[in-house]
């Protein structure tokens, strides 16, 4: 138990005669990032929910920090922060209040209260709306003010749920900012997520999800590497130009190149470098200029679809 | 600190949270203020002449204990309505998700709503005094009416805690949280004596519970007699509280 933070065994939970969790299995090592990826309705919020002794499982067990959240429900909500998508802040009082609010629930004296609310107000930029009601922030400003108000308790684990589901791409990679100095300062961390790229960013290991149960699980690379193959991928400036690389390079890869608009991209196997050579040989016979030429890892949308079948986004509940 | 002295903090820090929220928010002050305010002012003024009441002091000594049960009740509705949109807005969750008392969240509603209804009801007092309403009965019968209204109010708040806990959805507390409350205190002894009903209406209203509250509280304020309705209003109010209180507490603690 002594290095494992977070651990699922055979968790099932059925909701009627809806099973939103048929027996999964994790573990989140102490200290590391548990990116836990799946479409809307896969059953990531009600992992989460378990965990956080919101819910009961049907069967299995779940224990964090040695803690069964059946069992021990209390000693779990002393150990874990929760922050997540429907932000749970108090709009009328102002950030200060809010992060003061939450730390005398979390039984610290008021002088100590006031203390912790100060230091994370500093801590995630918000001190010059500290004292403006929550109500006036910004959607990014919030998210950053409810994760604050989860760590006031100093959590050893922290569960984000969705923490940047419907962000703009700007306070999103602010927010993953954030979050990647929470994991600097060693707290173990499990988020989920339903974007691709953001479990590629902040995650060490990644269990992916689909309808209840887990369909893969490894570092993002090991994912990647099932999917097989690296990609050349390169720009082109014009459909002239598209029209002869494609015949330039026809056949380079496994199959026929694939065009986006002027993007091209090749798929190449395990012969990376080799068929990169072999790419610029070609396209410099043929004349073709290009721009942004490299291989690429495929991407974890590539990976969700070899998994799955279907692509993450489509699947809605 | 004991689980009890914790228990008792939360529950503080959750009323005051509440309470601030209320002094913030200017809708909140109006429904709680204003519009009591002008419905004493409606009934005293618009219906209160074509209202025949024989006590002393007239219909305005007649209204004012009817009115303040009635506010009592209704100031309930925002206890559905706040708790409905935290359920909502995944507030509970995160709450529950915390090391603090569980009795806490409701608790500190609880608290919150009886301080905001007792200013509401020290408001139509004051009201009432300036547009002719007296207590008749001496300060400590006053004290007790105003008591009494808080206890019926408090009642009340156990009721539509459990209606906003269960429909968890501002909409649908919106239609369904108060509208119950508008015949058991209409059709009640609070505005008109009941002998003015048609006789098939007087069988409930003389036997509901708002009747024999509203009757005890103006007994109290007027200095009249008591007869059963103190005691029968007490086993009415007791059984609200035995029975929705633990309702309120159980569907809180199901909800998701």
């Known amino acids: 138990m002594s290095d494992v933070a977070v651990a699922l065994e055979g968790i099932t939970k059925s909701f009627g005669n809806v099973e939103a969790l048929r027996g999964v299995d994790l573990t989140v090592p102490r200290g590391s990032v548990l990116g836990v990826l799946g479409p809307n309705g896969a059953g990531k919020t009600t992992a989460v929910r378990i965990l956080a002794t919101l819910l009961r499982p049907t069967s299995g067990k779940a224990y964090v920090e040695g803690h069964d959240v059946v069992r021990d429900p209390a000693a779990v909500r002393r150990t874990i922060g929760l922050a997540g998508q429907a932000t749970a802040l108090v709009d009328e009082l102002t950030g200060r209040e809010n992060l003061v609010m939450v730390g005398r629930l979390h039984h610290l004296p008021k002088a100590e209260a006031e203390a912790r609310a100060a230091a994370l107000l500093a801590q995630f930029d918000l001190v010059d709306a500290a004292d403006r009601t929550a109500k006036t922030y910004s959607g990014g400003m919030r998210r950053r003010l409810d994760l604050a108000a989860s760590l006031v308790g100093h959590p050893k684990v922290l569960f984000l749920d969705e923490p940047t589901t419907g962000l703009d791409p700007r306070s999103r990679i602010a927010m993953w900012d954030v979050i990647r100095g929470l994991v600097r300062e060693g707290t173990t961390l499990l988020l989920t997520t339903q974007y691709l790229d953001e479990a590629d960013e902040l995650a060490d290991n990644i269990v992916v999800i689909d309808r209840g149960k887990v369909i893969a699980e490894g570092t993002s690379d090991a994912l990647k590497d099932r999917v097989g193959g690296d990609v050349v991928a390169f720009s082109v400036a014009s459909e002239a130009a598209a029209r ?14 694939a065009v986006a608009g002027l993007d091209i991209s090749v798929a190449v196997g395990a012969r990376g470098s080799e068929a990169l050579l072999d790419v610029v040989r070609r396209l410099d016979a043929a004349g073709v200029a290009v721009s942004g030429l490299g291989i690429r890892r495929p991407s974890l949308d590539d990976v969700f679809l070899a998994l799955t079948g279907h692509v993450a986004e489509e699947e809605s509940a | 600190m004991s689980t009890m002295t914790w228990a008792m903090a939360d529950t503080w820090v959750m009323a005051k949270r509440n309470l601030t929220v209320w002094l913030r928010v200017p809708a909140y002050l109006v429904f709680t203020i ?23 002091g007239g219909y305005v000594n007649y209204l004012l204990p009817g009115i303040i049960g009635q506010t009592a009740a209704f100031a309930s509705f925002a206890t559905a309505i706040s708790l409905a949109v935290e359920v909502q807005k995944g507030v509970v969750d995160r709450m529950r998700a915390m090391p603090m008392a569980r009795s806490a969240f409701l608790g500190g509603r609880l608290l919150a709503d009886v301080v905001r209804m007792t200013i509401t009801i020290l408001v139509i007092v004051g009201v009432g005094y300036a547009v002719g309403f007296r207590f008749q009965g001496g300060f400590g019968r006053a004290v007790a009416m105003v008591a009494l209204a808080i206890v019926l109010g408090a009642a009340v708040c156990c009721i539509s805690a459990t209606i906003g806990l269960w429909l ?8 369904f949280g108060m509208i119950w409350m508008f015949p058991l205190t209409f059709v009640s002894s609070a505005f008109v004596p009941v002998s003015s009903m048609p006789g098939w209406l007087q069988a409930f209203a003389v036997n509901q519970p708002i009747t024999h509250v509203v009757n005890a509280m103006r007994a109290l304020a007027l200095g009249l007699p008591l007869r059963d309705d103190l005691w029968l209003s007490a086993v009415w109010l007791t ?18």
């Open chain 1, 244 to 257: 002869a690389a494609v015949d330039a390079v026809a056949n380079v890869g496994d199959s026929a190149p």
């Open chain 2, 34 to 56: 204003v519009q009591p305010t002008i419905f004493t002012l409606l009934f005293r003024y618009v219906f209160g002449g074509a209202i025949h009441a024989d006590v002393p």
């Open chain 2, 168 to 175: 968890k959805d501002e909409e649908s507390t919106q239609a």
């Open chain 2, 239 to 256: 059984a609200i509280f035995v029975v929705f209180a633990p309702l309120a507490v159980r569907v809180y603690k199901r909800v998701s």
